[in-house]
């Protein structure tokens, strides 16, 4: 017997994105997920929806390199809102060096994500309403991101020191006490 997902009715979806956000809440992002697919499936262009299954994918990161980030980048990119697609395409880069800072990677690969959504946040800055300033925060805390890096070197740095007889010196990141 073949079992089909079942449809909700329209007048639930503000219920339904409540429990989305409630699941999210408690750290279960798998069902604030499938809530939000449903929604989606009846009502594909559904705002809130998108950015809530954006953040339930985000939230489920755990620093692998790709992970579900092309997913969560899709899903920010249907934002119609230039200025919540640039904030949130930022939270997804800001979640992904998160994670993989705590997976242990190498600090120029979590340097490109941390400077990727510091780049996103400067260009939701511009747009952003007048009574809005969550993207300068998280451009703040993303800058204090990168002050604790013990380097920053990049890639191509580290290539070159790891030819040479003596080991480099971490550069500092900016903002950063000597």
């Given at each position: 017997m073949e079992r089909k997902l079942k449809t909700i009715r329209?007048?639930?979806?503000?219920?339904?994105?409540?429990?989305?956000?409630?699941?999210?809440?408690l750290k279960e992002p798998e069902e604030s997920e499938s809530i939000c697919?449903?929604?989606?499936?009846?009502?594909?262009e559904?705002?809130?929806?998108?950015r809530m299954l954006g953040l339930s994918i985000t939230d489920q990161f755990v620093g692998e390199p790709s992970g579900r980030?092309?997913?969560?980048?899709?899903?920010?990119?249907?934002?119609?809102?230039p200025y919540a697609q640039h904030y949130y395409l930022g939270i997804l880069s800001e979640r992904r060096?998160?994670?993989?800072?705590?997976?242990?990677?190498?600090?120029?690969?979590?340097?490109?994500?941390?400077?990727?959504?510091?780049?996103?946040?400067?260009?939701?800055?511009k747009i952003r309403p007048s009574d809005n300033d969550e993207s300068v925060l998280r451009w703040n805390r993303c800058l204090r991101l990168l002050a604790k890096l013990p380097h920053t070197e990049t890639r191509e740095e580290e290539a070159v020191w790891e030819?040479?007889?003596t080991p480099p010196v971490p550069a500092r990141p900016a903002g950063a006490r000597r």
């Open positions: 329209s007048n639930g979806i503000a219920q339904a994105l409540s429990k989305a956000q409630l699941y999210r809440y697919q449903d929604i989606l499936a009846i009502d594909p559904n705002q809130a929806a998108l980030c092309a997913e969560a980048e899709s899903v920010f990119r249907r934002l119609t809102d060096a998160k994670a993989q800072m705590r997976n242990g990677r190498p600090a120029y690969l979590v340097v490109a994500l941390i400077e990727e959504a510091m780049r996103q946040f400067e260009e939701a800055e030819n040479q007889d």
